[in-house]
């Protein structure tokens, strides 16, 4: 999303269009980082994703480039359709 264009509603649409442009998906999947608290919200509360995951130094993302310490901790999410 472009800078400045936050809390009108425009990555909500963006993401319905998605799922309604692929209805053979029914099982979604992504990653953001700890600290983006502002994308947790927008994942959980307004889409639905369920946090699943906590990669950190301790839980290491299995898929992480080889060199990934770990050290940005990251939240897996998933939804279910």
């Not at 979604?28 to 889409?47: A, G, Q, V």
């Amino acid at each position: 999303m472009k800078s400045g264009t936050q809390s009108k509603g425009i990555g909500q649409k963006i993401w319905n269009a998605i799922e309604t442009g692929h209805p053979e998906v029914t099982h979604w999947e992504t990653c953001t980082p700890y600290f983006d608290t502002r994308n947790l919200h927008f994942y959980i509360n307004c889409l639905g994703f369920a946090a699943v995951e906590f990669y950190n130094p301790k839980h290491k993302d299995p898929n992480a480039t080889e060199g990934d310490d770990g050290s940005v901790f990251f939240f897996r999410f998933e939804k279910r359709i």
